[in-house]
């Protein structure tokens, strides 16, 4: 195992969230709030460390797929245990658990707290959280690989134990150029979003903290109401960036290049996850009529929550827990389904579902005609025999998940709806769930074991499973044959 590029990757996220961690301090130096000083200070200690580890000799700079595994799931552990450092220092979260939960909540875009009033944070704390939303929404190492090379078909490790999906491509030959292309998009969709909101009436700190949570998909806020007190017109921009990001990034590069019928017309994913979306939206909408002034109101607050879930960003505008029982099934399954494949939000994946539903359908008929071959096929093309088998045991992997963490957490003695909806919404990086942790709600109420369970999931679903469950794994650790320096000249060549 190559263990020195390992440290090295650790050491430059380390001094990536250094940097990151500056933003909060120009924020309290502005504000004229303490806190700045504690966070400065975790900037200082990370960049120290992170220095100390990159300056490691490193014996080669290509690596595998384990390496690949490893160095992600750690980086986000790290990223996580270092970025909670100063929101407790600052002493606003009773304990370092609780401080930890919102910070991992952050990083993977969940946007579940332990808060039960975010308006007594300080400027910088609040403006952290939803900063880390927009640091983690792409993806850490997607950063680094776009402003930090490390070598040849390696970089293509990290990307596939990072980004979201059932399989990850490059755009263009190189994958550095993709990282770049990928967050050049995402940087655009952000300003973008600054902009209308700041149209709309909103200060530059509300448009950037607020942008952050939505682009990011992670659904953290400056308010206890979240998004209720604001006017109908940021909503509305809300609602379409929500939609936005939640739609795989590719998309955006085939418009760019000037292929919008592979972007929208042949994409069966983004073709679906909107019907998905607008479907439920009007079930929902007649399904609460009764509560609202007109057909056109209740549609929008329906359009709303369905949009925030199913993108996974977790914001609010009414109390959904209230609803009829078909409204909050609905938004159930959606929290199960989630975004697009490549997009910043979480959940079980449209594109995902469809290889399991289409693989379903296929072995039906198989079994009435055995002599038939079925293959199955997304947007005209083959999907690979292992991409196929993938999602299918990623869906039984994540039911033992979903199933066993309900289990563990059940030791707090909290109601099933309250234990599931927790899990599902932590697993799929949604934030609210129903029941004591619905709008209204929030994760305070859980024990530290519990809290620990939660995390977990949220990193397991952040990362989609296997390079979390990789650490597990016997064969992960066992050092590998000798390899001869052509062959690594090769592999370090191979894009």
């Excluded at 809300?238 to 795989?248: D, G, K, S, T, V």
């Excluded at 019907?275 to 549609?299: H, M, T, Y």
């Excluded at 038939?372 to 947007?379: D, G, L, Q, T, Y």
Aim: aromatic share 10%; with cysteine; proline share 3%.
């Amino acid at each position: 195992m190559n263990v020195s590029i390992i440290l090295y990757i650790l050491g430059t996220v380390l001094c990536v969230e250094g940097v990151f961690l500056l933003a909060p301090v120009i924020v309290a130096a502005v504000c004229l709030e303490k806190a700045g000083f504690y966070y400065l200070a975790t900037a200082a200690v990370c960049m120290a460390a992170g220095l100390v580890l990159r300056l490691r000799h490193i014996k080669s700079k290509v690596f595998y797929s384990r390496e690949g595994f490893l160095a992600v799931t750690f980086s986000w552990i790290i990223l996580s245990m270092a970025g909670a450092a100063p929101m407790r220092l600052t002493g606003e979260y009773a304990s370092y658990i609780d401080a930890l939960f919102d910070t991992i909540s952050g990083f993977t875009t969940t946007g579940a707290s332990v808060l039960s009033s975010v308006e007594e944070l300080s400027r910088a704390t609040a403006f952290w959280r939803c900063f880390t939303h927009w640091s983690g929404g792409m993806g850490v190492l997607v950063f680094i690989m776009a402003i930090l090379p490390l070598s040849g078909s390696s970089n293509m490790h990290l990307m596939r134990a990072e980004s979201p999906g059932p399989s990850v491509g490059k755009l263009v030959p190189k994958v550095r150029q993709t990282a770049v292309i990928l967050y050049t998009i995402y940087l655009a969709i952000t300003i973008l979003e600054v902009i209308l909101l700041m149209l709309a009436g909103l200060s530059l700190y509300e448009a950037l903290t607020l942008s952050f949570s939505t682009v990011g998909t992670g659904g953290f806020a400056l308010l206890n109401s979240s998004i209720a007190s604001y006017s109908r017109a940021v909503q509305i921009i809300i609602i379409i960036f929500m939609l936005l990001c939640a739609l795989n990034f590719n998309t955006y590069y085939l418009l760019l290049i000037r292929r919008p019928k592979d972007a929208l017309l042949h994409n069966s994913e983004v073709k679906w996850f909107l019907i998905f979306v607008f479907v439920s939206a009007a079930v929902i909408a007649v399904n609460i009529r009764d509560g609202f002034q007109s057909l056109g109101e209740a549609f929008h607050t329906s359009l709303f929550q369905v949009a925030t879930l199913v993108s996974s960003t977790g914001f609010a505008t009414a109390d959904y827990n209230l609803w009829p029982e078909l409204s909050k099934t609905i938004l159930v399954l959606l929290m199960f389904m989630g975004a697009c494949a490549g997009s910043t939000g979480g959940g079980f994946k449209v594109s995902r579902l469809m290889i399991v539903a289409r693989a379903a359908k296929n072995e039906l008929l198989n079994m009435m005609h055995p002599r038939s071959i079925k293959k199955v096929m997304i947007n005209g093309r083959r999907v690979p025999d292992n991409v196929v088998n993938t999602a299918l045991c990623y869906m039984t992997v994540y039911v033992l998940i979903v199933l066993g963490s309900v289990l563990l957490i059940s030791i707090d003695n909290f109601d099933m709806t309250t234990n599931f909806t927790a899990v599902l919404a932590t697993m799929n990086n949604i934030g609210p769930g129903l029941g004591e942790v619905g709008p209204t709600g929030n994760f305070g109420g859980f024990g530290a074991f519990s809290k620990i369970v939660l995390m977990c999931d949220m990193l397991v679903g952040r990362l989609e499973l296997f390079p979390v469950l990789a650490l597990f794994a016997p064969g992960v650790w066992r050092l590998p044959a000798r390899r001869s320096r052509k062959e690594f000249q090769k592999l370090d060549e191979t894009e």
